[in-house]
T-cell receptor, first 112, second 120 residues
Framework: AQSVAQPEDQVNVAEGNPLTVKCTYS??????LFWYVQYPNRGLQFLLK??????LVKGSYGFEAEFNKSQTSFHLKKPSALVSDSALYFC??????????FGAGTRLFVKA | GAVVSQHPSRVICKSGTSVKIECRSL??????MFWYRQFPKQSLMLMAT?????????EQGVEKDKFLINHASLTLSTLTVTSAHPEDSSFYIC????????????????FGEGSWLTVV
């Protein structure tokens, strides 16, 4: 069965510091990996995805993620956090049937 | 701009009534749409797969008679929560499967903005 794990419920970081939100996956075959963000009282927004190609994927709002096949990880990163990045982040994998399996979510708090 | 639209974005209904949520693909035809639910402080869970012109496929534990899904056209799927109760209060979000376009191979999933349902 395919699954996604986000080991941290919450990540706290100071504004201007780099941030990392962790994600590991378990899939059969090639993984289709995604990051989504949900701001308070808002819907789901697509950040970035990895299908194939370069292991470092760049997405919206200055975020990037690195696909690491040996570690089965797809950590989300940003070099310099902003207070406005505070939100709920979901790592997800798309199955062969295009269903989306979400991780539990990680709440990011960026302190000024 | 948004390629999948959900309406209403927020709705409050009385316990025992039914409420309908629409999911529209704006610039593509979606033979398949998906409905998810997110309880407070929890992740999003797939409820059902909506297939145009046929019955929806429900995930285990989801009551098909309570959550009616209709996918009558290639651009519209509806989720009707029947006889709603406070425990049905949740964030409901749909996604639509877009076919390959613009020379790009493979399908793409687009999510709607979601609908907040509060049952009082």
């Amino acid at each position: 069965a395919q699954s996604v794990a986000q080991p941290e419920d919450q990540v706290n970081v100071a504004e201007g510091n780099p941030l990392t939100v962790k994600c590991t996956y378990s899939v059969s075959g090639n993984p289709y990996l995604f990051w989504y963000v949900q701001y308070p009282n808002r819907g789901l927004q697509f950040l970035l995805k990895y299908i194939t190609g370069d292991n470092l994927v760049k997405g919206s709002y200055g975020f990037e993620a690195e696909f690491n096949k040996s570690q089965t990880s797809f950590h989300l990163k940003k070099p310099s956090a902003l207070v406005s990045d505070s939100a709920l982040y979901f790592c997800a994998v798309h199955t062969g049937g295009f269903k989306t399996i979400f991780g539990a979510g990680t709440r990011l708090f960026v302190k000024a | 701009g948004a390629v999948v639209s959900q309406h209403p974005s927020r709705v409050i209904c009385k316990s025992g009534t039914s409420v309908k949520i629409e999911c529209r693909s704006l610039d593509f035809q979606a033979t398949t749409m998906f409905w998810y639910r997110q309880f407070p402080k929890q992740s999003l869970m797939l409820m059902a797969t909506s297939n145009e012109g046929s019955k929806a496929t429900y995930e285990q534990g989801v009551e098909k008679d309570k959550f009616l899904i209709n996918h009558a056209s290639l651009t519209l799927s509806t989720l009707t929560v029947t006889s709603a109760h406070p425990e049905d209060s949740s964030f409901y979000i749909c996604s639509a499967l877009s076919p390959p376009k613009g020379g790009r191979s493979g399908n793409t999933i687009y999510f709607g903005e979601g609908s907040w349902l509060t049952v009082v």
